[in-house]
């Protein structure tokens, strides 16, 4: 197998693995995907020994769980406690209820847990993982373990427009239609290099300027949507909100003047709030969250099921829309309690009257278990990665060759044109 060419694809990597034989079974298997850099650790001291030495990181981790002295999970822990913040993937032989117990761990520990893979390992298992890897695509140290984006450099781009909105396409999960798009913020900075988004939103919200990042996140996505409009393409368009907004008295009245002066309706907009910002949600905040639904705009709980009381904000917040994390979804078809969960989940949406929403559906597998489920839409790598609007048009016409294959077998193939 052949390494992908994508810009983000490991250079090196990392393998942990007490097993010499396991090891070099990985190593073999990383060689043949083109990745040429490949240290080995064999236990986690070891590992953290290494890491500590290079003044390059590596840009993967590949864990086994099972090692003596210390073991995986804890490997994992002693990463988040020294602050190295390095994508990694775990593997076992046990069984799949205890590797992704363990990559949820990860993920609330706020590393980037991107695969748990059940050995032995195999090249696809891996590739696919690789694939979902988000690296800088400028200076590799730039955004590595530890670096900190400068509140200063952020106001600045946020004032000088390097803050771009790129759209990832939301698709009706029966007929293949697109029916929506996600605004998403992306900074490519002159001085930082490419910076993750969750670290540039962290600092805004830490340092103040996250009004200032959303005006400019919703600006450019109300002019888009208009323009599109204006080219007999509707769509409705997603904008995430922080909670740190919430508490701003006049925010149902700028939201909604901006929507107007685009010369958009309410309804075509939907706000996104996580599930975990809104666990605290009483008072003013509650307020604004009914103010908005009231003036028509569409209100999403996003990562629905990473939190503690997602039926209590269900219960109590007037969604119109119900998002189930990637963390669910992905390999779904193959982990029978995730099937478990999103059947309930989508199940009770529907009783609930909300639109359901799988995001990160990366195979077609879990596309068709989705829509065998009733899912309604979905978006993720299997469809299209975030992209500029000017890429739109393109993208359009390749998906419209692969209509057929996302539809259920019974169904016929309605034109695009009815989607607009």
Request: include cysteine; glycine fraction near 8%; charge should be negative.
């Amino acid at each position: 197998m052949s390494k992908p060419k994508r810009p983000s694809w490991p250079r090196s990597l990392l393998i942990v693995d007490d097993s010499v034989v396991q090891r070099q079974h990985a190593v073999a298997l990383c060689r043949t995907l083109g990745i040429e850099m490949i240290y080995e650790a064999g236990g986690g001291d070891e590992a953290l020994e290494l890491l500590a030495m290079l003044v390059l990181p590596p840009d993967l981790l590949i864990i086994d769980l099972e090692m003596p002295e210390m073991d995986g999970i804890e490997l994992i822990q002693q990463l988040k406690l020294r602050g190295i913040d390095i994508p990694l993937i775990v593997a076992s032989a046990r069984e799949s209820v205890l590797i992704q117990a363990v990559e949820l761990m990860g993920r609330n520990l706020g590393l980037r847990v991107i695969a748990g893979l059940q050995k032995p390992l195999d090249a696809g298992a891996i590739a696919a993982a690789c694939a979902r890897l988000e690296l800088p695509s400028g200076n590799p140290q730039r955004d590595g373990p530890g670096a900190e984006n400068p509140p200063e450099v952020l106001g600045r781009a946020i004032e000088g427009g390097q803050i771009q909105v790129h759209y990832q396409p939301k698709v009706d999960m029966q007929t293949g239609i697109v029916r929506g798009m996600e605004a998403l913020a992306r900074w490519n900075s002159p001085e930082l290099g490419s910076v993750r988004p969750d670290r540039f939103i962290a600092v805004a919200e830490r340092e103040g300027l996250i009004h200032a990042l959303t005006v400019s996140v919703l600006e450019q996505a109300l002019a888009q949507a208009a323009d599109w409009n204006a080219h007999g393409l509707r769509l409705s368009m997603a904008v995430n909100l922080s909670p740190c907004l919430l508490v701003q008295p006049q925010l149902v009245e700028n939201i909604c003047a901006r929507v107007a002066a685009h010369g958009l309706k309410t309804e075509q907009i939907v706000l996104e709030i996580t599930e975990s910002s809104v666990v605290d949600c009483m008072g003013a905040a509650l307020g604004v969250l009914s103010r908005l639904r009231l003036k028509g705009l569409g209100l999403s709980i996003d990562d629905y099921g990473t939190g503690f009381s997602s039926m209590q904000q269900l219960a109590r917040i007037p969604f119109t829309e119900l998002k189930i994390d990637r963390t669910f979804v992905h390999r779904a078809h193959e982990r029978s309690n995730h099937r478990v969960i999103l059947q309930s989940a989508l199940d009770m949406a529907q009783r609930l009257g909300l639109v359901t929403v799988a995001e990160g559906i990366e195979t077609l597998e879990d596309w068709r278990l989705l829509q065998e489920f009733g899912c309604k839409l979905g978006q993720g790598f299997l469809l299209a990665q975030p992209m500029p609007a000017g890429a739109l048009p393109r993208w359009l016409k390749t998906h419209q060759t692969r209509l057929q294959r996302l539809r259920p077998a019974a169904e016929t193939s309605p034109s695009l044109e009815s989607a607009r």
